[in-house]
């Protein structure tokens, strides 16, 4: 296997998954529709501009390129913002994938690779989460990811698309040449907006709730960098196309941090400072998430090469030299 399709392949954790796919020897197609990718982020790439919901272009691509797996990266991806415009999220997140999976399965494509996201759980019933833990999203956005998860189980039984879906915790850091980071319009994420501030393009930071039942009182989340959980991807998909078999994974580090962790841990690191100030919970935030990621060290043989201070390093160093 080596013709890789990469939906959604100029987004962040996407550029990220196609260097790293080219790295290994792949041949990864990018295709975007440039509505919050960054076409500088998939220099020297094959790239298709093209929306996930048009099948008949993806059929075209599918067939010129002789695809032989699909990444699916194309989703909108902010908590707040998908329990203001749930149809937005619908549309998108679900509608268009159905395009993308037909105009897959018609092409004899086989192998699926799926971006989803540890918000398909909800509230945490214990510490750290595992593949069986009850499925309850509490926002809009997980429940899309959890909708397509079922989608593709439906669609292994009765066209034989083999998928595996991988449940982030919270992707951040940047590769590590810092030709390619994370840059979003309108920002939203922890470890970028504290960048923001701490360079002067924004005030100050603000927590978003500090009366959760927390040690601190701040959200926990698991961290894991962009370039692990993209070796992640290839792990999974070589596993599934030799086993053929469909899976799911939970990628974190197994570890949490506070809100209040990480902005401490970005002023000792990079010695930056900058201004922070207390708000109330942003809407469908859970207390804590952090993975269980035994079932994927195990069955994928999935290491990890960055933890906290290396995610924080790469993002200082792709904010020095940012692009886009
Ligand atoms: N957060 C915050 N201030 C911000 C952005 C995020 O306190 O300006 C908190 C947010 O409430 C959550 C954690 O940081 O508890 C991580 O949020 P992010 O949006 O980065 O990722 P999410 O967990 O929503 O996927």
Known sequence: ????????????IGSHAARVLKDKGYFPVVYDNLSKGHKKAVRGFAFIKGDLGNKKKLKTVFKKYNIEA????????EVGESVAEPSKYYENNVCKVISLLDAAVESGVKYFVFSSSASVFGEPEKERIDETHPKNPINPYGRTKLM??????????????????????????AHPSGKIGESHGVESHLIPIIFQAALGKRESIKIFGSDYPTKDGTCIRDYVHVN?????HILAMEKMEKENKSECY??????????KEILDSVKKITGLDFKIEYAPRRAGDPAALVADPAKAEKELNWTRKYDLEQIIKTVANWEKKRRY
């Open 148 to 173: 397509v998860e079922r989608i593709l189980k439906d669609y292994d039984t009765a066209y034989g698309l083999k998928s595996v879906s991988l449940r982030y915790f919270n992707a951040c850091g």
């Open 228 to 232: 692990d959980l993209a070796d992640a």
């Open 250 to 259: 939970n990628l974190g580090s197994g570890s949490g941090y506070s809100v």
């Open 70 to 77: 699909v990444m699916h990266f194309a989703a909108f991806t």
């Open 1 to 12: 296997m080596k013709n890789i399709l990469v939906v959604g392949g100029a987004g962040y």
